[in-house]
């Protein structure tokens, strides 16, 4: 007789990045201990060699790719297992800049098959913390050519023709696959993403890792895989309103809701066919599914079942969640 299936989360994949910090352990209160620091954390992941391990209830310790092929579309919804099987189509992350990332841009579907037999990656920011004048780039501030941005690359001047933006905390960027970007120092968000883990990075300020190595650039790579128009405005324009679902980012690939809540929340998601992660962005939210109840914190994130498709959510005082689904 199978396990029922209830909310789950999945242990916490921690990674050192020559430009990570310490707000995952100081702000989201998640010890990443021996590392020295942490740029980014897998909440969420069906990547080859980083699988999800779930952390809760009767299914612990079995993987992500495990649960659906065990549930198929009792987990993921039977539109997404016809179309991914046993892949699960989301990456889930904590990323924390203490300094700039490289520059760098994402394949879409299309020639990521081509070149490396996965998926594109199309990703979208959310902004939970940021440094006074912190900032991030998107996009390019003027449409060009590929030899006019060649000249740019080559002369040193590539930081001259991206769309640098001011941010903070609550602030949304959707990055469609072939947008130039990276995050800036003194930025900690949550990444919501295709699972891909390709990425073309085209310059790095020079950095040297522990033995003195810069990182591997890919510049011809990155040519074909770039979106040479201007972004005018890369921000995603929305009005918080309480105790209510508000679009921040809808695409083919995900949708993302924000809900800001002070009182209880039914949410009903028979219609949608997929599966439903929460991410706790501030405070903490009282999940009931069916018999099971769950409580998410900030840093913490739920994936539940797209056989459980009404849920109550109950804040506990103020609370803050994004809510995602295929």
């Known amino acids: 007789m199978a396990t029922h299936l209830y909310p789950l989360t999945f242990k916490t994949i921690f990674k050192d990045k020559i430009w990570g910090g310490t707000k ?3 702000v989201l209160h998640k010890d990443f201990a021996p590392l020295p620091n942490c740029g980014e954390t897998w909440e969420l992941s069906g990547v080859k060699g980083n699988l999800s391990e779930v952390a809760n209830g009767a299914l612990q310790g ?27 189509p989301l990456l889930i992350k904590y990323i924390d800049a203490a300094e700039d990332l490289s520059i760098q841009v994402h394949p879409d579907d299309e020639l990521a098959k081509k070149r490396h037999n996965s998926f594109g990656k199309t990703e979208m920011w959310y902004i939970m913390q940021a440094d006074e004048g912190a900032t991030l780039i998107a996009g390019f501030n003027q449409d060009l050519t590929k030899e006019k941005y060649l000249n740019a690359l080559n002369g040193g001047k590539l930081t001259s023709i ?7 905390a609550g602030d949304t960027f959707f ?9 800036g120092k003194g930025l900690l968000l949550a990444e919501i993403q295709q699972t891909s883990d390709v990425t073309y990075r085209i310059y790095d300020f020079d950095r ?8 591997e ?19 995603t324009h929305y009005k918080d309103a309480k105790n209510e679902g508000v679009t921040l980012v809808s695409c083919p690939y995900f949708t993302t809701n924000k809900l800001k809540l002070d009182q209880a929340l039914d949410r009903d998601h028979s219609g949608r066919d997929s599966f439903v992660i929460y991410i706790g962005t501030e405070g903490t939210t009282e999940l009931k599914a069916a018999t099971d109840t769950v409580s998410i914190s ?24 994004l809510e995602v689904y295929v």
Do not use: C
Not at 78 to 87: I, M
Not at 208 to 215: E, L
Not at 298 to 321: H, I, M, N, R, W
């Open 24 to 26: 995952i352990r100081d």
């Open 62 to 88: 079995k993987t992500l790719p495990e649960l659906i092929a065990e549930y198929q579309g009792e987990l993921v919804g039977n539109k997404v297992y016809e179309q991914h099987g046993t892949d699960f």
């Open 162 to 168: 991206l769309n640098e933006e001011k941010v903070d």
């Open 175 to 183: 990055l469609p696959a072939g947008r130039v970007h990276t995050i």
């Open 208 to 215: 040297v890792d522990d033995q003195g190595n810069k990182r």
């Open 217 to 235: 650039l890919h510049t011809e790579l990155a040519l074909d895989a770039l979106d040479f128009q201007e972004t005018p405005d890369a921000k």
């Open 298 to 321: 900030k840093g913490e994130v739920y994936l539940v079942p797209a056989s459980l498709p009404k849920v109550t959510l109950v804040p506990q005082g103020d609370s803050e969640l």
